[in-house]
């Protein structure tokens, strides 16, 4: 009879723990993990595409030094970031990571605005083909990135609202950093619009 | 006083609903996805439309794989990648877990266009292929103002590199689950049929008790473990303790219900719809 009783205590200890969030935690836990890994899957496809597009590039447009140096310096700086599943719990490391992305992500877009002085560059296949595979790459990181803001946004919201704020606090879940605009303060500033006519 | 406040109420709700309604409106629509040609512009006649939908519904027989046309006249104020993605995300065309769908997007008045590849299909139609077609089968055949002729000629090109794709011919992986699913459904049944009969004679407290022996027994009968049908009874006993409730009209929307079955090919008659493919945004996009 007592056994029933047990049996009795852990369904109802199952329910309760349901009932509170705890197992919704752990699916949306594991969701924005695995939007986050895809969003350095295609990080990572990007960073390696650098390498080919500045050896391809310098092929023709040689003295664009400061452009293709920036791009390098940017690379390497995003290949020595260590990035594990747990930057997802530092805000810190997060805002980093997000910084180094977004100086290749600019760093990028000036060696493929330059480019475009360089008939014979735009003419090379091979360069072609890697504009290709790097604007489409572009455009996966968005995908994921929005995608990854989406499951955090769930996330976020479940931790936070009543009852299972409760059970995040018992359990240690804290909300997780999301993307931000990379260029906040580029945007709000309005551009200045100068024709010369500077007495 | 209190009018006041219902006014301010009002005024507010009001507000909300216009808010939401502009954002919505701000955005192009997607259009319902009712065959594998979608043309909003009437670009491609009757005939046109009907031969592309033709072969790419024995395509989609033969393989397995969805491609699906759809001509717009705009994607502004989105990028046409943007709307692209909105699209296959609503639509999810290409089957579950292989992902092989694929949407030719053409924004017409946007001069621009759209190869939209399914996540199974990124190997056989690499981002660069598809920019190829774009820019040397597409974007010629477009500045002559002949659609129908880039776009079947780009539609050919993906068939075949398609067809070189190797794919499980149809997917038999649900059974697990539609078994579970079953077990589910007959005990929800089984406790609303039995549940509603005896809380009827019995009142809600006896009745519960007596639907949870009844199915407890049915399942003990069924599973022959005593610890599984005493968990499955309590689960009666509680569900049709609670039943009432449930469907006093304010249930909860069934979230669980639909997206993992999303499946269904339509294929035996004229309704289309998406096998629940995925998309992480593959493909490129290109102009004329």
Redesign the interface.
């Known amino acids: 009879m007592q056994k029933?009783y047990f049996?009795?205590f852990v369904?109802l200890l199952l329910l309760s723990l349901s009932g509170c969030g705890y197992n919704n935690f752990q699916s949306l836990d594991e969701e924005s993990k695995a939007s986050w890994s895809?969003v350095l899957n295609q990080y990572q496809r990007r960073a390696d595409l650098v390498p080919n597009l500045v050896n391809v590039v310098k092929g023709y447009a040689e003295h664009e030094k400061d452009v293709l140096t920036q791009v390098a310096d940017a690379r390497s700086k995003v290949g020595s970031m260590q990035v594990t599943p747990e930057v997802l719990n530092d805000p810190e490391a997060f805002a980093k990571f997000q910084a180094a992305q977004g100086q290749l992500t600019s760093a990028l877009s000036r060696l493929m605005a330059v480019s475009e002085n360089y008939p014979n560059l735009k003419a090379d296949q091979g360069f072609?083909?890697l504009q290709?595979?790097l604007?489409?790459?572009e455009?996966?990181i968005?995908?994921?990135r929005n995608r990854y803001i989406e499951t955090i946004k769930v996330y976020n919201t479940a931790i936070r609202s009543f009852p299972q704020n409760l059970t995040a606090m018992m359990f240690g879940y804290k909300t997780k950093p999301s993307f931000t605009v990379e260029n906040e303060k580029a945007i709000s500033i309005a551009p200045t619009v100068d024709f010369g006519y500077k007495k | 006083m209190i009018t006041h406040i219902k006014v301010s109420l009002f005024a507010v709700c009001t507000m909300l609903l216009f808010a939401t309604c502009n954002l919505n409106a701000e955005l192009i629509a997607i259009p319902a996805l009712k065959s594998r040609v979608t043309d909003l512009t009437q670009t491609l006649t009757t005939d046109q439309q009907s031969q592309l939908e033709a072969k790419l519904k024995a395509f989609e027989l033969a393989k397995g794989s969805q491609i699906t046309v759809l001509i717009v006249p705009s994607t502004r104020p989105e990028e046409i990648?943007?709307y692209s993605?909105r699209v296959v995300d609503t639509w999810k065309l290409g089957r579950e877990k292989q992902d092989d769908g694929i949407l030719v997007l053409v924004a017409k008045n946007d001069h621009k266009v759209r190869i939209e590849v399914g996540q199974g299909l990124e190997g056989a139609i690499?981002?660069?292929i598809?920019?190829?077609i774009i820019s040397e089968v597409m974007s010629p055949s477009f500045k002559q103002g002949d659609f129908y002729g880039g776009v079947n000629n780009a539609v050919d090109k993906l068939m075949d590199l398609t067809s070189g794709e190797k794919l499980e011919p149809s997917p038999e992986v649900r059974h697990t689950n539609m078994s579970f699913d079953n077990s589910l459904a007959l005990f929800v049944i089984g406790c609303i049929v039995v549940g509603a009969f005896l809380s009827s004679i019995l009142g809600r407290l006896f009745g519960a008790g007596a639907t949870a022996g009844i199915i407890g027994g049915i399942s003990w009968f069924i599973l022959g473990t005593l610890?599984m049908s005493?968990?499955v009874a309590?689960m009666a006993f509680l569900f049709t303790l609670v039943m009432p409730y449930l469907f006093d009209g304010t249930r909860g929307d069934g979230t669980y219900s639909s997206g993992s079955y999303g499946g269904g090919f339509g294929s035996s008659n004229d309704s289309f719809s998406g096998g629940g493919g995925g998309?992480?945004?593959?493909?490129?996009?290109g102009d004329w």
């Open positions: 029933i049996k009795l369904v895809e072609r083909d290709a595979q604007e489409g790459t455009n996966r968005t995908v994921a | 990648e943007q993605i690499p981002d660069l598809a920019k190829r610890g005493i968990f309590i998309f992480s945004g593959g493909g490129a996009s």
